[in-house]
């Protein structure tokens, strides 16, 4: 059987594709019916398939060993082209949009396809070319860094993932240390991590004047494909956060202060929820991988298929280890129609999310592998959230194989973690949104609106003297701040509908596993509102959505004596 490692990797000449897809173009504008261009169409999407399959190869491999020389020389030479065939996508949107049989096209297509192109074009030119190489290049000088760190402690030698577990410590000391630890890396490269960020918003600015807008703010909107919805709505959407979440989420903090015994409650608190430990996954990462075949094979026939699947190719790398970039991510390799799973596995409870969230992602791909348009096989990406994280969610009744006794202590800060987590992912979208309005910024402004909006959204943070957290300069570890701009407000509105798909399956688990089946077969066929209505969802823009979801929440979180746990 063909693995993982057996997929092969061939750099695309960059020219040759590009004498080939301009060739199909001309061959499309001279197309005499609907249907020669749709072969056409059909042979540009092998192109970029063929290209999507070698640019994920060397992602994944660059990210799995940050120190193979050879995979990133081909992640370098892919943030060099990558711009260059997003002209060549440009041009064959631009095409199709403009296509005298465009209504025949799109019968066959789907309008979404042509949406996502108008989107595309606006926020392309060849003009930005080198400025977008320019972003590439500091997005992975960003990534590196990050992989960089060896920090000693505890007398070894860890990663910034393998810390993790001592800022779970049930010794206060221990976490606090583990939390200087952690920021005294980031502090120790402040002025790699300014220089960094201040050269992308001055280059993302740049961007966006040389295409007409205004800030980056819209350019972001359209690199993302919000398609239906626009700023006013996120703005609206945080509002409603800010109004119903903070203070559950204050009131779940002081709930963990008092189960710890803690009085003077600090961030370096935070990761320890109760005092005889946290929950943890009761066996070694094979363990969980076993348990984890159990929990899809028993879920439904297609999860069995899937999880089978992505066993047999190999298609998880799931360990924490030295030169491995940090955090955890789920990508597709269309020519092997294999998704394929990145995480760092840390003995925490993190693990099990890892499991289900980034599966949730992988099991959404293949669901619409076979949709037939590129563009249709992910949705955009706050539809694409609301799979992984509702996946959380309806795997519940399966965590006692992974939590045994400490079930109920996992489930309880799980969902509390749903609600703490939305005031802090909103404020995460309003600094983007600040600082791209004000490209000029000094590291320092941006720190302090940093601590601003903390002081709004996470009233209840009290970072107790730690240097580079009392300054503003916790932002720096959230990676899609420098990586994808916008990307955050994300998983603030797919969490919201997967709290819906939460309470919905308490109340009746089968027709919320046919919508949710449903919701992943669609891909990204819809934009994001048709994909919440399709799966019986409200729309978390909606007034009301909010408070709807946090009611129910707080009400479950309240009937548990937490203090027993």
């Known amino acids: 059987m063909v693995t993982f490692s057996d997929y092969k990797y061939t750099r695309p000449d960059l020219d040759a594709l ?21 072969v056409v169409i059909e042979e540009l999407n092998r192109l970029s398939e063929d290209y999507s399959t070698q640019e994920n190869l060397v992602y994944i491999r660059a990210s799995v060993d940050t120190n193979d020389e050879y995979y990133q020389k081909e992640r370098d030479y892919f943030d060099e082209i990558g711009p260059e065939f ?20 799109e019968s066959r297509w789907g309008s979404q396809l042509f949406a996502i192109a108008d989107q595309k074009i606006r926020s392309f030119s060849p003009a930005i070319i080198p400025l977008l190489q320019q972003e590439n290049r500091l997005s992975s000088e960003y990534s590196k860094l990050v992989a960089s760190a060896q920090i000693g402690f505890d007398k070894k030698t860890l ?70 919805y626009d700023r006013s709505m996120v703005e609206n959407f945080r509002r409603q956060v ?10 779940l903090i002081e709930r963990q202060a008092k189960r710890i015994g803690v009085d003077d409650f600090r961030y370096y608190d935070e990761g320890l929820n109760f005092t005889n430990g946290n ?20 879920l439904s026939p297609e999860t069995a298929e899937f999880f089978q699947f992505m066993r047999n190719h190999e298609l998880m790398d799931l360990e924490a280890k030295k030169g491995k ?14 998704p394929f799973i990145f995480s760092n596995f840390n003995g925490t409870s993190h693990d099990i999310d890892v499991l289900t969230h980034e599966a949730g992602h992988a099991f959404q791909v293949f669901s619409s592998r076979n949709i ?28 006692e194989l992974f939590f045994k006794e400490g079930t109920e202590k996992y489930k309880f800060i799980h969902l509390s973690s749903a609600l703490l987590f939305l005031p802090y992912g909103v404020a995460v979208d309003e600094f983007q949104q600040r600082v791209y309005e004000n490209p000029e910024m000094t590291p320092e402004e941006r720190n302090q609106t940093w601590k601003e909006l903390e002081q709004a959204y996470l009233p209840h943070r009290d970072y107790g003297g730690i240097p580079f957290l009392e300054s503003g300069g916790f932002w720096q570890r959230q990676s899609h701040i420098y990586e994808v701009p916008f990307y955050y407000i994300d998983y603030c509105l797919a969490q919201v509908c997967a709290l ?19 919701l992943c077969r669609l891909g990204g066929s819809k934009p994001f509102l048709e994909l919440v209505a399709d799966a019986g969802l409200t729309s978390p823009f909606a007034d009301g959505c909010v408070e709807s979801v946090s009611g129910p929440v707080k009400e479950w979180l309240d009937a548990v004596d937490d203090q027993a746990l």
Request: charged share 30%.
């Open 18 to 38: 590009k004498q080939q897809w301009r060739s199909l173009l001309d061959r499309f504008e001279k197309a005499g019916t609907a249907e020669d261009q749709n």
């Open 86 to 105: 997003d002209e060549l996508n440009t041009e064959y949107y631009k095409a199709i949009v403009g296509s005298r049989f465009r209504d025949e096209l």
């Open 159 to 228: 990663t910034l993932a393998q810390l993790v577990p001592y800022t779970q410590s049930t010794d206060r000391e221990v976490r606090k240390k583990a939390v200087e630890a952690t920021f005294g890396f980031y502090g120790g490269h402040r002025e790699r991590f300014d220089e960094i960020y201040d050269r992308l918003v001055k280059t993302r600015d740049e961007i966006a004047k040389t295409l007409g807008f205004k800030d980056f703010v819209e350019v972001g909107f359209l690199r993302m494909n919000r398609i239906g």
């Open 242 to 251: 800010k109004e119903h979440i903070v203070p559950i989420a204050t009131e």
């Open 279 to 298: 929950a943890a996954p009761a066996g070694p990462p094979e363990w969980i991988i076993e348990n984890g075949r159990k929990m899809y094979g028993e």
């Open 325 to 338: 970039e940090g955090g955890g991510y789920c990508t597709f390799i269309d020519n092997y129609q294999s």
């Open 372 to 399: 037939g348009v590129p563009e249709y096989i992910w949705p955009t990406t706050e539809a694409a959230e609301i799979h992984s994280m509702s996946m959380e969610f309806l795997t519940w009744p399966w965590m």
């Open 500 to 518: 819906q798909f939460w309470k919905r399956s308490r109340e009746d688990r089968d027709s919320t596993w046919q919508d949710y089946m449903r």
